[in-house]
């Protein structure tokens, strides 16, 4: 055991000690206080430790957050078997042993019944207690470690999606520059016009790569003018065809989504007057799709893998939407999900301060709701046992103290079964079910 908890044994010695000693001790002097410390010491130490071990044992075998019910059935059976077995066995060493009051018939044939059962009561109240007081420190551990995995994974999501963001400004850059080198040698009249268009376009990439979603219409009327810029360099080899459902233009897909599928269309495909690739962009149910005939070329150098890899983790990031690869023989259509509402369930999973707010307030809940608990067991643990010496002073013929005890204990357990979610798991099967005929 900690030695938190042995000191806290030596009070709880020290101050039974002090009871017994100043109102049933008939030996008023040093001797008879260690004498009465003694036995404090034996019922605090032996009984403290033994259910301090048993708790420590089914702690590290069951977890109270992963095996609750059985962690709760196993901590009644088994501290009730033990605290009638410890009670028996110091009352028997107390009055046969030590005080020689009776000898062993005596001591079993019932004349010690009420004194057992009394001890047995009290123990079983600390133990419930000690019990509380480990599923409390249990939950705050897994409370804990819950919200640190909840703010690393917050931070690493965030930190992928900013850094596959980033990736699109140097990316848009290094292909306009080719495409730019390119027409320069070609078409110089063309390359200066490209240069002015580019500009334009780039500010759109500046304006847009921050933002997780985009609308659809801005990101074709940017599809568009950079198409137009594709269309200078290429002329009647590239073909663009636009067909997007008008219903759709409000919605959100990733920014720069189409950029990147064009590059990739140009990139992995030869395009000539006589063999033109035509490339369409339309809507497809729930999907923005980009598709394009195939017109392989060879790679002179191997492709940094930027373009589609870069939408589909992103994507990942944002919904459980999936983007589709369609390949043919003939053609290669690429399959983009279009959002309904711009920000999304998966989405505020990564966001920090929402989590850190609804921990914040579970755990303030809860730490209310364990706390009405804990001061009502105190209550009961501190008040009955007054009741019972009190009654037992003024008038041990009549025992009224029973229904104090038994009322406030009835309480007490709906009390706890409330608290450490006892029978939780009908509610939620209730509420699931009314959800689902609701539905």
């Not at 809507?283 to 070329?297: P, V």
């Not at 930027?306 to 003939?330: C, D, M, P, W």
Request: hydrophobic residues 45%; neutral net charge; contains cysteine.
């Amino acid at each position: 055991m900690e030695r938190k908890s042995l000191i806290t044994l030596l009070w709880i010695t020290l101050g039974s000690s002090l009871f017994f000693f100043l109102f049933f001790s008939d030996q008023k002097n040093f001797e008879g206080f260690v004498y009465n410390f003694l036995i404090s010491a034996m019922y605090s130490f032996g009984m403290g430790i033994s259910n301090g071990v048993l708790n420590d044992y089914l702690n590290k075998r069951f977890s109270w957050v992963d095996q609750t019910k059985r962690r709760t059935i196993l901590g009644i059976v088994l501290t009730v078997i033990l605290n009638v077995i410890l009670v028996y066995l110091f009352n028997y060493i107390n009055f046969v042993l030590i005080q020689g009051a009776a000898d062993s018939t005596q001591f079993f044939s019932g004349r010690y019944n009420f004194a057992n059962w009394f001890m047995i009561n009290f123990a079983l109240m600390i133990s419930a207690f000690l019990h509380a007081k480990g599923f409390m420190e249990e939950l705050k551990k897994n409370t804990k470690k819950e919200v640190v995995e909840q703010k690393l994974i917050a931070k690493s999501a965030n930190a992928q999606f900013e850094s596959l963001k980033n990736q699109l400004d140097p990316h848009f850059l290094f292909n306009s520059l080719n495409v730019l080198t390119a027409l320069i040698d070609e078409n110089p009249e063309q390359a200066q016009k490209f240069t002015t268009s580019m500009s334009k376009i780039y500010r759109y990439v500046l304006e847009q790569k921050d933002k997780e979603m985009v609308h659809v219409e801005d990101e074709v009327e940017f599809a568009e003018i950079y198409c137009n810029l594709l269309k200078t360099r290429f002329e009647d080899s590239v073909n663009f065809i636009f067909d997007i459902n008008t219903d759709d233009l409000q919605r959100f897909v990733v920014p720069l989504s189409l950029q990147l599928l064009l590059e990739n269309c140009i990139k992995h495909n030869f395009a000539t007057s006589n063999k033109p690739l035509n490339i369409r962009i339309f809507t497809e149910g729930k999907f923005l799709c980009i598709e394009n005939n195939l017109q392989h070329r060879e790679q002179l150098k191997e492709s940094a893998g930027i373009g589609l890899a870069n939408i589909v983790q992103r994507y990942a990031l944002l919904t459980k939407e999936n983007v589709f690869i369609e390949k043919s023989e003939a053609s290669f259509k690429v399959k983009i999900p279009i959002l309904i509402e711009k920000y999304t369930q998966t989405m505020t999973t990564y966001t920090p301060q929402p989590t850190e707010n609804i921990a914040y307030e579970r755990a303030v809940k809860r730490v209310k709701e364990l706390k009405g608990f804990y001061g009502n067991l105190i209550s009961y643990c501190i008040v009955i046992p007054f009741l019972i010496i009190i009654n037992l002073i003024t008038s041990p013929k009549e025992l009224w103290f029973y229904w104090p005890m038994l009322g406030w204990g009835i309480g007490l357990a709906a009390h706890a079964m409330n608290t450490f979610a006892i029978g939780k798991n009908w509610e939620e099967k209730k509420i699931r079910e009314i959800m689902n005929n609701q539905k």
